[in-house]
């Protein structure tokens, strides 16, 4: 017997090691609609075979709780098993000794708070409310509902000009969301069961950028009605397109010199080359929309004159004031809004940060603009300031892995405090208190709280301050516009209570995603369409043949490539390179084409018209 | 085209054929379940799997396509095993107690596993029981269903009324009456095409004979039993029997056989039905402004309950005609009786039609015209009838024909159309033509309105009335697009036939089931046939027709015709669509 000996994993155990990262893939993909009590049981049942055994509420209360879930599952429950199953619950989350116990009973305790509505179908009525509406999940996870299998099997097939034509039947704006999208289509692609969701992204940036130049369908037949879609962001520019395209008049006022909202004065283009956007607006308005820009409403003229003016109104003014972080010295004329910088940028008037000391305070992806930015313009260095951890960011992965390539500093767990100025009214430096991680908040990310550590001073020759966007909804607020916390009400449909007037996007939402701006704006289009009187559909005669079987053997994602940062932080030009057509064959080629197999041949995977 | 080999036969097929239809045409038979042709390919039993080299995994015949130089093996070892392991896990939830099934004897399931060689499973069974109230015409069993989703989809693509979906989720998912309803307070019509869709016994009318019995075999009771146009068209399919062998005649004498006392004819009240209804359209033709348009025919209980469910504001759009069914039975309990002298509460009316919905038009709480009691007791449908004569060991080819009993059981060619779809405009055109110019035109000259097409439109010139504009359409579905045409105003008619399925009765709901096959079209020839041969092929000219009215009724129309045989559409209640319910 020696006396210790080195720890090996055993075959088996790195086999099971294996399944839980498999599973944990497939718990990711997992559809939507699935029976909630069906998953709890199931994750109880796995909460039980971790169990060591030793204590009693784990080793036999677990299994008492997944017993009873199935009878309520079978329809055999009544509200008394409903009081066992909460009384057991809670024995074993006060009474079990490790997290292995009460940790699981805890999610049964959750569960039972917030699937009320089916524990009591299923015992009134023996039935289930799980309902499969579509489950092909990229296309329901796409807030525009684009036809995602569709365009990828056409790109598969070289059809580049269809797979547009395709996606404008959804989303008008294929080549900036082929850009910047957040590619919330990805999330549970059922391909993640196998090895890694489809690159649903890279894909779509192929086709619009092998595609030729793709006219827009013809308009309906003139109806004589005119809308006013206030803000020419992706939203308005979505509203104003199918309106037009149904045959009404759309115009567009825009405060702003140039139309794009966001996509121009936040995105910079680095992220997406302006002349693509400039493009993507050109074919837009090419279907007939009326644009006054440099108009803001409350000023140039009024909400109520374009009431008097117009048969509907689309309000899609985004979010675009900026918020203070309200600490001590922010008045100092150094002290600027990331909202300033980027419409700047927007506009071409490229600052020069030569030598400087950037600070950026925020953790978003307007943040991590705002630090790429600073380093195209000549930063002597630039550092990003977060008071919560990396993870906690809520900036894409791969834009802070963006911004540390291309040598952004980042001060993470520091909540800025006061900024230290000179007699000149000019900033000098920034104080942070360093935080620590504490309770998990309602989100779910740990709130920061002040540590014991001394206050750190960050000098500073410029602070840019990235703490989220307010909405200039004021004027419509005084227009009988109800408001709730600066944002606009409107129900499901986009409609403003009892009004002709319809909103959404970013004015509605808050500061939210370009994808979900273009999606209020196809809804509001449909309903005010339908508010006029009319129902026209919007349809694409792109035909798709049965889609090609693909490979199941697990293989890897081809992810799209960036420039070497060393490069690519010198000027604006954009970060990413382009896919090959082989790259474009192979990942397209990986699609298990939810659209076709599994449900989707029984109720149908495609949406032909709206 | 496409060139691809399949157990060793080259095989050249257009481009986007399936594996299957590959197979067939070099008379290669792969094993399907829940497929059905154009109407349920959703390879999900996984019944038809067959090995293709270069493909990782077995594909389903059904719906994987032929690729160029594919080589396929529809019986290798791994598709086999793969096949009769799916089978044993289908079997496994089954209920497998065979000789207690509607379908013993014609079930895909049943057929498969002795295929298949099934003689042992290792799967434990695990059969899953609903509870289904009983006294609902139509009864689904768990225990039998194999989640094949083909009525789901006959009901939704079909007949467009979603009665069944996919419900529950994981392990649990089933069929079940759409957005969780109770059976009975769905807007279900009735056609029974899940049911003759249904591979398994899952599915199927409730089963009425035992009534049948009791009363053929009290002593106190005169039994009266008619029997529907379509149901000789198909009546013996089940049996080992020649066509010859197959007749009216032959059918008449297997009732008799049954201890029926008098057998009878409901081509009688077909032909009784156009002198009503016909006579109605053209008081209504000549009185337009009076009246809603069009005039739809009201024979269809399925289409009725559609009509009330879905389109509730054309309900006065019906004629007010009742079915021949219920006309023979309100003739039966009143002029027949007094025939005969007899008491008409002793009287028993048992119809054997092709049909589900007729069971329930038989207790519409205001189907009592002649003495108070149901005009009609009891519906049997084609099969329930066959499965009689099975229980009686009455072999049909051991039969000789014989006639109809007399009063109400001779018809003409113009009634044993009702069974097939275009034939009650048809035999109404006919007539209505005959009431208003005195003449008889052509036996053939509507011949514009026959067909198995599901939606046919024509115009007919009537010298004095004018033209009339038609419309005949079968299949819920293809009613609906017709209905919505009108409301649309896309479409103008004046007279409209709907039957609720699809070739009309003839592939009616309780018509005997062969899976994965549509006999409408066929049934439907055979009836034109025996229209074609009638001696008489004018209702109008049906001699005991002619008498009825002489000795009872008056005239089409009269005060003692609209009490017996019309009927208050109103009278009775039928669930609202849910999509009418927003």
């Keep these: 017997m020696s006396r210790l000996s080195i720890r090996t994993k055993s075959e088996a155990q790195a086999l099971v090691d294996s399944m839980y990262a498999g599973m944990e893939r497939r718990i990711v993909s997992s559809p939507n609609g699935l029976c909630p009590i069906d998953i709890t049981l199931n994750f109880v049942r796995l909460c039980q075979a971790q169990s060591c055994g030793k204590c009693t509420p784990c080793r036999i209360g677990l299994g008492k709780l997944a017993a009873l879930l199935e009878q309520v599952l079978d329809g055999k429950a009544d509200y008394s098993t409903l009081d066992i199953i909460k009384e057991t619950a809670a024995n074993i989350v006060d009474s079990a000794d490790c997290a292995i116990g009460f940790n699981a009973a805890q999610l049964v305790l959750n569960g039972m708070a917030g699937f009320e509505d089916d524990f009591k179908a299923h015992i009134e009525h023996h039935t289930c409310l799980a309902y499969h509406v579509n489950n092909v999940p990229c296309v329901s996870l796409c807030p525009a509902g684009v036809d995602v299998p569709g365009y990828i099997q056409l790109v598969n097939e070289g059809r580049y000009d269809d797979a547009v034509r395709l996606i404008r039947k959804d989303n008008p704006m294929p080549t900036s969301c082929a850009y910047i999208c957040e590619h919330p289509c990805e999330e549970r692609c059922r391909r993640g069961m196998v090895d890694n969701p489809i690159n649903i992204r890279g894909l779509k940036k192929f086709a619009v950028n092998n595609a030729g130049k793709v006219p827009n369908p013809k308009n309906a037949e003139s109806t004589g009605k005119k809308i006013a879609v206030i803000g020419g962001g992706p939203s308005g520019l979505s509203a104003a397109y199918y309106l037009t395209l149904m045959g009404h008049q759309a115009t567009i006022y825009e405060s702003h010199k140039q139309l794009g909202g966001m996509l121009r004065y936040g995105i910079p283009s680095y992220r997406f080359p302006r002349e693509k956007l400039d493009e993507e607006i050109k074919s837009i308005l090419s279907t007939g929309i009326e644009v006054h820009t440099e108009t803001t409403i409350g000023k140039d003229i009024t909400f109520e004159q374009l009431k008097q003016q117009y048969d509907a109104l689309y309000i899609a003014i985004g979010a675009q004031t900026d918020r203070k972080v309200g600490i001590e010295g922010e008045d100092a004329v150094n002290v600027i809004s990331a909202v300033d910088m980027l419409r700047g940028i927007g506009d071409n008037n490229l600052p020069d940060f030569s030598g400087k000391k950037v600070v950026v305070i925020g953790g978003g992806n307007v943040a991590m603009d705002v630090n790429r930015s600073s380093i195209r313009l000549n930063a002597e260095k630039v550092t990003c300031v977060y008071r919560r951890r990396q993870a906690d960011m809520t900036a894409l992965a791969e834009e802070v892995e963006g911004a540390l390539a291309e040598g952004v500093e980042l001060m993470t767990m520091m909540a800025p405090v006061r900024i230290e100025k000179n007699d000149k009214n000019e900033a000098v430096a920034l104080w942070v208190k360093p935080q620590i991680s504490d309770l998990f908040d309602r989100g779910g990310r740990p709130s920061p709280v002040n540590s014991e550590e001394e206050e750190v001073r960050i000098p500073a020759d410029l602070i840019i301050m990235a703490v989220g966007q307010g909405i200039e909804s004021r004027h419509f607020e005084e227009g009988g516009i109800k408001i709730k916390r600066g944002s606009i009400i409107t129900g499901e449909d986009t409609r403003v209570a009892g009004d002709k007037v319809f909103s959404g996007g970013d004015c509605v939402t808050g500061p939210a995603t370009a994808i979900r701006a273009i999606a209020a704006g196809k809804v509001a289009a449909a309903n005010i369409d339908e508010f006029l009187g009319y129902h026209h559909e919007i349809s694409v005669d792109v035909k798709l043949p049965l889609p090609k079987i693909a490979s199941v053997k697990p293989r890897g994602r081809i992810n799209i490539t960036e420039r070497e940062a060393n490069e690519r932080k010198k000027d604006f030009l954009c970060v990413e390179n382009e896919m090959t057509c082989q790259q474009a064959q192979v990942e397209s080629s990986r699609c298990l084409h939810c659209d076709y197999y599994g449900y989707g041949s029984l109720k149908g995977g495609r949406e032909h018209k709206w | ?582």
């Design chain 2, 1 to 582: 085209m496409v060139n691809l080999t399949i157990d060793g036969f080259q095989v050249s097929v257009k481009e986007g054929t399936t594996i299957l239809e590959a197979a067939k045409k070099v008379n290669i038979d792969i094993p399907t379940l829940c497929y059905f042709k154009e109407l349920n390919e959703i390879s999900a039993c996984r019944i038809c799997v067959i090995e293709a080299e270069n493909h990782e995994r077995l594909l389903p015949a059904c719906t994987a396509l032929a690729e160029e130089g594919m080589v396929v093996h529809t019986n290798s070892r791994r598709a086999v095993k793969a096949r009769k392991n799916n089978l044993a896990m289908i079997l496994s939830q089954h209920d497998g107690d065979c000789t207690l099934c509607v379908r013993s004897g014609n079930c895909k399931l049943q057929e498969l596993s002795e295929d298949f060689n099934m003689l042992e499973n290792p799967y434990p069974k695990d059969v899953r029981e609903n509870s289904w109230d009983t006294n609902n015409y139509l009864i689904r069993k768990d225990s039998k269903c194999i989640k094949c989703m083909r009525c789901i989809q006959v009901c939704e693509k079909i007949q467009t009324l979603n009665i069944w979906d996919v419900v529950g989720s994981g392990s649990r998912v089933n069929v079940g009456v759409s957005l969780n309803r109770a059976f009975k307070d769905a807007d279900c019509a009735l056609c029974g095409q899940c049911i003759t869709h249904c591979p398994v016994g899952a599915l199927s009318a409730r089963d009425d004979t035992e009534k049948v019995e009791e009363f053929i075999f009290d002593p106190e009771i005169i039994t009266v039993a008619q029997v529907a146009p379509a149901v000789r068209s198909a009546w013996a399919e089940g049996f080992d029997v020649a066509s010859s062998k197959a007749t009216p005649g032959h059918m008449a004498t297997a009732m008799r056989r049954l201890g029926f006392d008098y057998v009878f004819d409901t081509n009688f009240s077909a032909d009784l039905t156009i002198m009503e209804e016909g006579s109605e359209f053209i008081e209504r033709f000549t009185h337009k402004d009076k009246y809603n348009w069009p005039m739809f025919t009201s024979c269809c209980p399925g289409w009725v309950r559609f009509i009330k469910s879905q389109y509730p504001d054309y309900v006065d759009n019906l004629s007010t005609a009742k079915s021949p069914q219920q006309m023979f039975g309100a003739t039966a309990k009143s002029y027949f009786a007094e025939k005969i002298g007899v008491d008409p509460h002793k009287i028993r009316v048992v119809s054997i039609m092709p049909c589900v919905a007729k069971k329930s038009e038989c207790d519409q709480p205001n189907q009592n015209d002649a003495c108070g009691d149901k005009d009609v007791d009891v519906v049997l449908t084609t099969r329930e009838f066959a499965r009689m004569l099975k229980s009686h060991h009455i072999d049909p080819a051991k039969l000789e024909p014989s006639e109809f009993d007399s009063p109400l059981g001779t018809g003409t060619g113009a009634a044993v159309i009702f069974g097939a779809t275009g034939g009650v405009m048809d035999a109404a055109l006919r007539s209505a033509y005959y009431l208003v110019t005195g003449n008889n035109p052509d036996a053939d000259s509507f011949k514009a309105v026959r067909g198995i097409k599901g939606w046919k439109e024509a115009e007919f010139a009537i010298p004095g009335a004018g033209t009339v504009r038609v419309a005949v359409a079968s299949g819920l579905g293809n009613t609906r697009k017709l209905m919505e045409a009108l409301k649309k105003g896309e479409v103008e008619y004046d007279f409209v036939e709907i039957m609720a399925c699809p070739g009309g009765c003839a592939g009616g709901g309780g018509q005997p089931i062969h899976d994965g096959e549509e006999l409408a079209d066929n049934r439907g020839k055979i009836l034109w046939n025996l229209d074609k041969n009638a001696k008489i092929r004018y209702s109008h000219e049906n001699p005991e027709i002619l008498t009825l009215y002489k000795e009872y009724l008056g005239k089409p129309l009269s005060e003692k015709s609209h009490h017996l045989l019309h009927t208050n559409h109103h009278g009775w209640d039928m669930p609202l669509s849910p999509k009418l319910k927003k």
